[in-house]
């Protein structure tokens, strides 16, 4: 097999200057000047190449409600303290799961020295145990306590997997008010 052949040789064995890359009758020249793919200009003269872009175009719609948590009540403390041998339903440890009428969550408003019930999802929370490891505060969680906040739940944080994280808490099941009583009013006619 012969040896490869020789590289040509230049004029004045030179390299061809910058000016002539690509060549003039390349494929890159023929498509004309490169598009600018660098960041865009500023706008104003005063403003530095080098401070970084901005990372939003406009304000958030609604800020971040999340308050500052006293120690001893993180997201971890809870998740030790609700354990899967936990019972924090305030209920006697023997009750069965209840089924909770709507009448009887309205009462468990969380004041007057009551405990706090949330239904979500057909299932009633005590959440009262939890009140205090709530990222958005207490009054926040308060407004579905006593009533059905699977509503409030789903457009503040559909993404929490709050079944696993309010197991210790679960009180019973909500159920539609029994319609066997007469009231009194109705004995009237």
Same mark, same amino acid.
């Given at each position: 097999m012969p040896p490869?052949?020789?590289p040509s040789s230049r004029p004045n064995g030179r390299i061809p200057a910058l000016s002539q890359f690509p060549a003039p009758n390349s494929a890159q020249r023929a498509r004309?000047?490169?598009?600018? %793919? /660098?960041? #865009? =200009?500023?706008?104003?003269?005063?403003s530095s190449g080098l401070a970084p872009p901005p990372t939003h175009s406009s304000k958030p719609a609604k800020p971040s409600r999340q308050v500052?948590?006293?120690?001893?009540?993180?997201?971890?403390?809870?998740?030790?303290?609700?354990?899967?041998?936990?019972?924090? %339903? /305030?209920? #006697? =440890?023997?009750?069965?799961y209840l089924r909770v009428t709507p009448s009887m969550l309205k009462v468990q408003t969380g004041r007057k020295g009551k405990d706090a019930w949330m239904a979500i999802n057909g299932k009633v929370y005590n959440v009262t145990p939890y009140a205090k490891f709530h990222p958005g505060?207490?009054?926040?969680?308060?407004?579905? =306590?006593?009533?059905?906040?699977?509503?409030?739940?789903?457009?503040?944080?559909?993404w929490v997997n709050y079944e696993?994280?309010?197991?210790?808490?679960?009180?019973?099941?909500?159920?539609d008010e029994p319609e066997g009583k007469e009231s009194e009013m109705d004995r009237m006619d």
């Open positions: 490869p052949p020789l004309g000047p490169t598009p600018n %793919r /660098g960041p #865009p =200009a500023a706008s104003s003269s005063s500052v948590l006293t120690p001893g009540h993180s997201p971890l403390d809870w998740a030790r303290i609700s354990g899967p041998n936990s019972d924090l %339903r /305030g209920v #006697p =440890a023997s009750t069965p505060g207490v009054p926040e969680l308060m407004r579905g =306590a006593g009533r059905d906040g699977t509503k409030l739940f789903g457009e503040i944080h559909p696993t994280m309010l197991a210790a808490c679960l009180v019973g099941l909500l159920v």
